[in-house]
């Protein structure tokens, strides 16, 4: 970028004026390089010449864009220099009001001379929690970035404010440490804030006085440290003072006063207390006359008094030492009134014996008058021989006087800053303090003595340590953005601090002077010369030799020597001292006093300490005393350290005038302190750098016009900004690409919003050419339309050509640099696969070479002895094979044949009966032969893991031997090594060989057992089309007995419900045998955690009761579970983590409690649905006795069955997995072929016999029914007794209900047709012989299939436990060829590592699975307690079933019968349960408990027991449940003070209650709505008028609590959804900012919300509110207070932040308050008055979219903004920010035009609105249409103990 570019025509700059320093100017035509001058066109139209000089070429200033001007920060400008940061903040003070500015770090304060609203209460809390950048700058944001950072990075803060007389350093100070007093607050009870506060008054009353510059000048430094705990609260505070300028006391200029409290004292004089002061006006005082005018303008010295006097006593000065204050400020008055006479001698003079003044003096001090008169004229001369006294000239008494009056006002200022710091001081710990500094600026006068001497040295300490930490700050910046950092060379101040104070500097040199008994000013200014003048900061005046110059950071500054000497000395008279240490008021004697046993704190110290910066007089001797620059140069190194130990803030303040001029801008002023503060070194630091800095993001959005269309096609913003500034920019240096930002050079910004503008003007001119024209061709094509079409066609068709050859152009291009590009890929490509191939074998033969040389070397014995075992057990597999496979065809043969025979015998009839009964013993013989291949499979997955581990040993003992055979013989063993890896590998491949024999087999196995279970599957088919045969046969039987057989299957029916009733009483038998045994296993894990020593298992428990298959378990592996866990214990974590024998034990105990867990569930599941068979069993008992009898008889029969069949099934299952479990240690025993087959057989043979006892079984049945059939006949009895089943010999054998009565049909009817006993052998007998195999076959079938199920299931686990073995070994062997090439330390800390790591992955897992266990024990023990509670219930249900049928059977008897009452609303309840009703309705009820019943029941449960205490007239009882009732609310509201649900919940209950009590008072008014059934229901006895008034209060509580809490909850989602979210995407614009926000106060993450988060956020309050009953007309309270404070969060900030003031937020303000509307509209709550709160916000957004620019448009404004104030519709307009350069600014005619509309207006002086301001609640009487008899009273409750009247 040339400087042609830079300065072209339109171009603006600024120029030099000598009246307002800089002035702007344009140039109207081109500058070119070498040209002399440049032509400027100034503000006022005028022409202008501007010189350049060649040789410098010192170009003028630019301008910045005018967007850019009155920004936030200065160092956001894009030219940084002098005239950009005065006219920036000239525009914001004089034309936006603004007083406060960022630079950087440092916050620029100007003085407004004026009070204004920006301070308040409402400010603070505004800025509170806010980040610095956020706001508009302010002083509340400097002390909330302070704050924030101590809490975060828990460092210590300071806060420097400085700035010259009359800049507001002061005020500055005083706000902060109000803004810390109020956001932290004190940690106790004793108000140390305020305390804090009320140390300004005093110090201002002492310390502060009227100069020329100011009227409340600080004429002291001080550093106040504010101590906080670890909860960042107030506890202390600290205060050092600097160079009180105590030559004030006794001399002040013209127009200028003491010391404020001189004339606050004058002012009281007339007070009774004071009257012996002997004060009266100022003006009659010397020391307070000087000046001239002794009054200030606007202040009342009498009201400020006061003041001072409250401080005094809040921070516990008594009264006694109050007066004794305000004596000796009285005296120093007198003193200064004291008269003087000279005697005629000239070397002498005298005091009057009776001067008022001096007596009052002496009387105020408590000290002799004569002794006082005398020493006041006379001094002590001492040498070493003798002691004389010697006369005074009238100068030195006059001198000597003012001496000590100083002395005595310092003494006493000192004091008083001592019992400050006591009243401030705490005994708590300090965890961190934050200092807020208010010294003196740069000061230079026409006069400068020593005073200003020390304030500018003190300055060019300040400003070295400033432009340091600003240094440290650009540079962790550049880090942190990782940009290239070059050292920028800032000025450094240390060779004039040198000067200053290093050896023999200028200090040293004035206390040498000052040791030399007759040294003098010009002495000690000879020295200077002599000594100083080669140094480049320092200079002679030429026209005098008592002066010296200088030069600071800031400015020259000539110093007169004239009094440097006295002044450092600060010389005062020992005898006069003397008299006042014999003073007889303890305080004046105190003052004086030497302190030889104080000790002066280090800052340091951890805790407060009180001190004061000013060291004690140590002693009266000259040579031993310490001058005053001393002090100060001591003192001054210790503020640094402590400065230099915090993390400074800096607050400069400036002057824009001084004529106290309110809004009055004088820039010669201005630019003097700006320079002198540092402002502009700091805008120099950042100019050297790269000061403008953008996020990728928004310059993307800001500058995307620059951007070509092509390049928008890429997705990645920062990609597309490199490519733009590469190509905009091309000196590579103008600009860096940070990690989030890019960095610009100072001017590029400025250079690309240039560039953009000019885009926007050719498009500009673009669209103007375009419209014109278009005018132009409507009327041309009016006259001559013709050719313009043909020409128009024409132009198309050649345009079109033109595009398509530009089309094909370009995509020649792209095709040629793809297919380019593919080329020299594939050459690339094809290179580096053949490098690849090269390199890949090349390393292979290395490595191939060294893994042979290794075999090479092994011992060739090892190989033969695992050569030959190989081949034995070879041999041996062989033979064991060929002998399997012969047994295998042996057995199938006579399988085969077998199979034959009973194919053939299964065809004929009769053997169907038996084939029946034998299929049982076959599905038996399966479900064994299948546990038998489970147990086998197990066996062999035991031998695999034993292969392994002792593959695990061959391999260590191989690495041993291999080490051993190494050292011994070295490179010898190679061959023997070899041969040992070949059999090694020829031993792998055998095991692999027996693993796939195992596999074949046992896949053959479950072949032949599949085509097994589906031959039974056939055959069970082939059963069931006989059995439906069979029941339509018995069906067609039954029909003519149907009637009779009703009667049967009611009494069925009712034994069936006795079994349902034993069943249950066993499950609750069973439930409590669990819950006994689930307490006994808690009991046992909790032993085995804590019993120390060592468990033996019990001798006669067998080990093998693990591999049962059920899940129980056996002592003997808890005893292990338990010795593991104690082996832990002792041996630590470390140690056991590598025992693997202990882990194993714990993960076997764990699989054990998961089993047991399981088996649990299960029965609970059961139980569970037991139970709801229950319920409708358990209906009311109105039947027959004989019913009842029946139900018993028939369900213990059924229970029997059922008890017998399930122990058979047990017995035959675990034969079945016995047999299994034989079958495969036999597999893995011996080699043999297992005698499956044979085990087959024997089944068989059991089937026979089985149906051999199915025959009996018929034959009795037949018995039994030919005898009843005989019995029946002989009695005549029509109906069958269906009870001589009971008698039956297999009657314990489980049968169905419905088959039995079917089969009993069948018999019936055979019996009634015919006597042949043959045909009942061909009908009942089969029957009920099938009817009695029906169950147990179905039982068989699903245990067959779940065998078949569990059998593949483990199936699948072997085989994956097989993959996972094979993956090891693989490991193992890689590891093994790995650690073979390693030395042999190297191959055991390999080993090591691979066994540490490999236990820590099972030990992570063992945690994760006891993890899952305990949350399952929970979760079971919850379940156990529901249950438990359930089986209390039905217990309790069934005891009154009984009583109630007891006593229904004695009123039969006695033929009496009683009439129920109804529920009449009341319950009653024992004094001693009502804490217990407490806690179960209110303290411990949760609101989730209470879903899907009555909203508010808790009310009316309470409202029920208060009316039975009303209605036995129980006054007690009703104050102690309401007492408890209510103090258990508050007890809940406490507990959960953050909870909105619970809140809600207790606010729509004690409404509930409260409505309760009114509507059932008796009271008229109340009663218009109740029925007449509620009417019954109203209190009888009592007036609760009291009562009802304290639920009122407690509602309106906890309406304040559920407003807080949902207000906590919205609050930080306001500003960023309403304010900064982009709502409407795209419309908001970037501003040219370039603004840096600190880093350190930017919170971790992303904290923006949107609007749908606070909608969703109300829909959550809304549904919580409506689901628990609240009041209808309180939700719409609720939702207009929640709407108030979203319309005062969002105006404050809106008030408070410049960069939202823009069109693009009005317009996103409307969208989103739209949106609010229309959530209200459709929750039916607009008419809550929400919408009428927000109408601030509303109109604040109308007047950021309304035009700003006539009388019209403000008279617009003025009728429309009718909610918002006149400071606030001032403050929008002076916030308003054009978001681009063609948006105009409003101008300062325009606001003061509104303001002017606006004078009628009589609106607050507070500029934002009171967020925390809560509308007062109302609770409208809603009575409830329920009644109290109607009200259910949930078990959940737990409220047993309460009876319904």
């Known amino acids: ?508 040199l004035l206390d040498e002077e000052c040791k030399v008994p007759k040294g003098t000013d010009q002495n000690w200014a000879q020295k200077l010369y002599d000594r100083h003048s080669g140094s480049q900061h320092f200079q002679k005046p030429r026209m005098s030799n008592t002066a010296f110059i200088v030069v600071h950071f800031a400015d020259k500054v000539e110093y007169l020597s004239d009094g440097f000497l006295e002044k450092n000395r600060d010389t005062v008279y020992e005898e006069q001292i003397n008299i006042l240490k014999a003073s007889k008021f303890p305080l004046v004697a105190d003052l004086f006093h030497d302190d030889k046993d104080s000790v002066p704190a280090t800052a340091s110290s951890s805790k407060i300490s009180v001190r004061s910066a000013r060291p004690p007089l140590k002693t009266s001797n000259k040579e031993h005393k310490k001058t005053v620059g001393h002090q100060f140069r001591t003192s001054l190194h210790l503020l640094m350290e402590t400065l230099n130990a915090t993390t400074p803030h800096y607050v400069r303040c400036i002057k824009p005038n001084d004529e106290k001029l309110p809004f009055h801008f004088d820039p010669k002023r201005a630019v003097q302190q700006l320079r002198a503060c540092g402002v502009l070194e700091t805008i120099r630091i950042s100019a050297a750098g790269y000061p403008s800095r953008w996020a990728y993001h928004d310059f993307f959005n800001r500058y995307r016009v620059l951007i070509k269309k092509r390049e928008l096609a890429n997705t990645d913003k920062k990609a597309i900004c490199r490519s733009v500034l590469e190509s905009l920019i091309k000196d590579p240096d103008k600009f860096q690409f940070g990690r989030t930002k890019i960095f610009f050079r100072a001017g590029q910004v400025a250079y690309l919003e240039k560039l953009r503008a000019d885009k926007f003007r050719a498009a500009t001119i673009m669209i103007q050419k375009t419209v014109r024209g278009w005018l132009q061709k409507v009327k041309y094509r009016r006259l001559k339309g013709a050719t313009l079409t043909l020409q128009r066609y024409c132009r198309g068709l050649l345009a079109r050509r033109l595009a398509e050859h530009l089309r094909r152009t370009q995509a020649a291009v792209v095709l040629q640099k793809q297919y380019r590009m593919q080329r020299a890929r594939q050459a690339y490509q094809m290179v580096r696969r053949a490098t690849v191939v090269i390199q890949a074998f090349a390393r292979g033969m290395f490595v191939r070479r060294i893994y042979h040389q290794v075999l090479r070397e092994h011992k060739a014995t090892i190989i033969q002895k695992h050569v030959r075992g190989w081949m034995a057990r070879r041999h041996f597999h062989r033979l064991r094979g060929a002998a399997i496979v ?465 059998h593949e299931e483990e199936v699948e686990g072997l085989k994956a436990q097989v993959e996972a073995l094979k993956e090891e070994l693989d490991k193992q062997q890689q590891t093994f060829c790995q650690t073979l090439l390693l030395s042999p330390e190297a191959q055991v800390e390999f080993g090591v590592q691979q066994e540490i790591s490999r236990l820590t992955n099972e030990n992570l897992d063992l945690k994760e699975l006891v993890e899952k266990l305990e949350k399952n024990e929970k979760k079971l023990k919850k379940q156990l307690k529901i249950y438990m509670k359930k089986v209390q219930d039905l217990e309790a249900a069934q005891a009154l079933a009984q009583s109630e049928k007891r006593r229904h059977e004695l009123n039969r008897q006695v033929t009496v019968q009683r009439k129920e009452k109804d529920f009449q609303g009341m319950l009653e309840y024992h004094k001693e349960d009502e804490a217990l009703l407490v806690r179960n309705l209110v303290t411990e009820l949760k609101p989730q408990a209470l879903a899907g019943t009555v909203p508010c029941l808790p009310a009316y449960i309470l409202y029920m027991c208060i009316r039975h205490a009303d209605y036995v007239n129980d006054d007690l009882k009703v104050h102690s449940l309401l007492t408890s009732t209510i103090n258990g609310i508050k007890k809940v509201l406490k507990k959960h003070n953050d909870d909105f649900e619970m809140t809600s919940f207790w606010l729509s209950n004690t409404c509930r209650l409260l409505h309760c009590l009114k509507q059932y008072s008796g009271d008229e008014g109340f009663m218009t709505q109740n029925t007449a059934k509620q009417n019954e229901h109203c209190l009888k006895n009592f007036d609760l008028t009291e009562y009802r008034q304290v639920l009122s209060d407690l509602s309106i509580q906890i309406y304040q609590q559920l407003i807080k809490i949902a207000e906590g909850l919205l609050q930080p989602m306001i500003v960023s959804a309403m304010l900064e979210n982009e709502s409407i995407q795209g419309l908001s614009g970037v501003k040219p900012t370039g603004y840096r926000k600190r880093s350190s106060s930017m919170a971790e993450g992303d904290s923006s919300y949107c609007l749908e988060a606070i909608i969703r956020q109300m829909n959550s309050f809304h549904t919580i509110m409506c689901d628990q009953g609240l009041d209808p007309e309180i939700i719409l309270q609720v939702f207009k207070q929640l709407f108030y404070m979203i319309n005062a969060v969002t105006l404050n900030n809106l008030l408070l932040r410049k960069d939202v003031c823009s069109w693009s937020t009005g317009m996103q303000l409307r969208y989103n308050i739209s949106q609010l509307e229309e959530w209200l509209r459709g929750r039916n709550l607009h008419q809550s008055g929400a919408v009428q709160t927000m109408e601030p916000l509303i109109q604040a957004a109308q007047l950021l979219q309304l035009k700003k620019k006539t009388p019209e448009d403000a008279e617009a404004i003025c009728s429309l903004c009718t909610a918002l104030s006149t400071q606030q519709i001032v403050k929008i307009l002076n916030l308003y920010t054009p978001l681009n350069e063609f948006e105009e600014r409003v101008t300062v005619a325009f606001i003061r035009t509104i303001q002017a509309q606006l004078q009628e207006r009589n609106d607050p002086q507070q500029l934002l609105l009171d967020f925390k301001h809560m509308f007062p609640v109302l609770f409208p009487f809603n009575p409830s249409s329920l009644t109290m008899d109607s009200i259910h009273i949930p078990a959940c409750l737990n409220l047993e103990f309460l009876n319904e009247v």
């Open 886 to 1350: 012969i047994q295998c065809g042996f057995r199938r043969l006579r399988a085969k044949q077998e199979l034959k025979a009973l194919k053939i015998e299964a065809r004929s009839a009769e053997h169907l009966k038996r084939l029946n009964v034998g299929m049982e013993n076959k599905v038996v013989q399966l479900q064994r032969k299948i546990d038998d291949q489970n147990k086998e499979f197990k066996t062999l997955s035991e031998q695999l893991s034993a292969v392994t581990s002792t593959h695990a040993m061959e391999v260590e003992k191989l690495k041993k031997e291999l080490a051993h055979y190494q050292q011994s013989q070295g490179e010898d063993s190679s061959p023997q090594l070899q041969e040992e890896v070949k059999s090694l590998r020829m031993e792998l491949q055998r095991a692999h060989s027996e693993r796939k024999v195992l596999e074949d087999t046992h896949t053959r196995e479950k072949d032949e057992l599949r085509k097994r279970v589906a031959d039974l599957e056939q055959e069970n088919a082939l059963l069931k089309d006989e059995k439906e045969q069979l029941n339509n046969q018995i069906l067609c039987q039954s029909k003519d007995d149907f009637a009779q057989n009703s009667v049967k299957e009611n009494l069925l029916m009712k034994k069936e419900l006795e079994e349902e009733r034993s069943r249950y009483q066993n499950l609750v038998k069973e439930y409590s045998r669990l819950e006994q045994r689930y307490d006994n296993l808690r009991d046992e894990m909790t032993l085995v955690k804590q019993t120390p020593g060592h468990r033996r298992n019990p001798s006669n428990q067998s080990s093998l009761e693990s591999d049962s298959n059920y899940p129980s378990i056996s002592t003997s592996e808890v005893g292990d579970t338990e010795d593991a866990l104690q082996q832990v214990e002792e041996i630590g974590l470390e140690k056991a983590a590598m025992d693997m024998t202990v882990f194993l034990k714990l993960q076997k105990r764990v699989r054990e409690l998961e089993q047991e867990r399981r088996k649990l569930q299960v029965q609970l599941e059961k139980r569970e649905q037991q139970d709801g068979k229950r319920v409708p069993a358990e209906q009311p008992k109105n039947d027959l006795e004989l019913d009842q009898d029946a139900d018993l008889a028939y369900n213990s029969l059924k229970r029997q069955e059922l008890e017998s069949e399930n122990k058979k099934l047990k017995n035959e299952l675990n034969e079945l997995r016995k047999a299994v479990a034989d079958q495969a240690s036999a597999h893995t025993a011996a080699h043999g072929a297992p005698d499956g087959y044979s085990l087959l057989l024997n089944q068989l043979k059991l089937a026979h016999e089985e149906l051999e006892v199915r025959k009996e079984e018929v034959l009795i049945l037949r018995t039994q029914i030919v005898s009843a059939d005989q019995r029946r006949l002989a009695a005549k009895s029509s109906e069958p007794n269906i009870n001589a089943r009971t008698s039956w010999p297999n009657s314990e054998k489980h049968v169905d209900q419905e088959d039995a009565i079917e089969a009993y049909h069948g018999v019936c009817q055979t019996n009634s047709k015919t006597e042949d006993w043959g045909y009942l052998n061909e009908d009942g007998e089969l029957g009920l012989a099938y009817q009695g195999l029906k169950q147990v076959a179905r039982l068989l079938e699903a245990q067959l299939q779940a065998q078949s199920r569990e």
């Open 1 to 508: 970028m040339s400087v042609s570019e830079l300065y072209s025509q339109y171009t603006r700059v600024w120029i030099p004026d000598p009246d307002e320093v800089w002035r702007s100017a344009e140039l109207t035509k081109d500058y070119k390089e070498g040209e002399k001058s440049l032509q400027l066109r100034l503000e006022d139209e005028t022409i202008q010449e501007y010189p350049i000089d060649v040789q410098k070429n010192q170009l003028p200033f630019l301008r910045n864009p005018d967007i850019l001007v009155g920004e936030n920060d200065l160092t956001a400008l894009s030219y940084l220099h002098e005239p950009a940061v005065l006219h920036n903040l000239k525009v914001r003070f004089l034309e936006s009001n603004h007083i406060y500015t960022y630079c950087g770090i440092v916050l620029v304060a100007i003085n407004p001379y004026e009070q204004l609203p920006i301070y308040g209460q409402d400010v603070i809390y505004a800025y509170s929690g806010q980040n610095m950048g956020d706001m508009d700058p302010h002083i509340f944001a400097v002390a909330e970035e302070a704050y924030k950072q101590m809490a975060r990075d828990e460092k210590n803060q300071s806060i420097i404010v400085s700035g010259e007389s009359g800049a507001g350093k002061t005020v500055s100070a005083k706000y902060a440490m109000r803004y810390f007093a109020t956001v932290s607050g004190s940690a106790s009870d004793t108000n140390i804030e305020e305390k804090v506060l009320a140390s300004s008054p005093i110090m201002e009353a002492i310390g502060n006085a009227k100069t020329t510059r100011n009227d409340n000048s600080s004429r002291f430094g001080k550093y106040i440290q504010i101590g906080f705990d670890k909860r960042y609260h107030i506890i202390g505070a600290n205060m050092r003072t600097y160079l009180l300028e105590k030559s004030r006391v006794v001399f002040q200029a013209d127009d200028e006063r003491n010391y404020h409290i001189f004339y606050q004292l004058c002012a009281a004089a007339s007070l009774p207390e004071f009257k012996e002061l002997a004060l009266t006006c100022a003006e009659d005082f010397f020391y307070a006359s000087q000046g001239g005018d002794t009054s200030i303008e606007g202040v009342d010295d009498a009201e400020d008094f006061e003041k001072t006097r409250q401080a005094f006593t809040l921070l516990g000065v008594r009264e006694s030492h109050q007066i004794s204050i305000f004596k000796i400020i009285a005296s120093i008055l007198h003193l200064g009134n004291v008269e003087i006479q000279a005697e005629r001698d000239g070397e002498s003079c005298s005091i009057s014996p009776g001067d008022e003044h001096l007596s009052n003096f002496c009387r105020l001090l408590g000290v002799e008058h004569g002794q006082m008169e005398h020493w006041l004229c006379h001094r002590k001369l001492v040498t070493t021989s003798e002691t004389y006294v010697k006369t005074m000239s009238l100068q030195q008494v006059v001198n000597a006087r003012n001496a000590l009056a100083k002395h005595i006002y310092a003494q006493l200022f000192g004091w008083i800053v001592e019992h400050i710091n006591k009243a401030l001081h705490t005994s708590l710990k300090q965890h961190s303090f934050i200092g807020v500094l208010d010294i003196y600026g740069f000061e230079t006068f026409e006069v400068n003595s020593f005073e200003q001497f020390c304030i500018n040295y003190a300055n060019e300490k300040l400003q070295q340590q400033f432009n340091s930490h600003v240094f440290k700050l650009e540079q962790e910046e550049y880090m942190k953005e990782q940009i290239p950092w070059t050292l920028i060379d800032f000025y450094d101040n240390q060779p004039c601090i040198d000067l200053i104070e290093a050896k023999l500097g200028i200090l040293d």
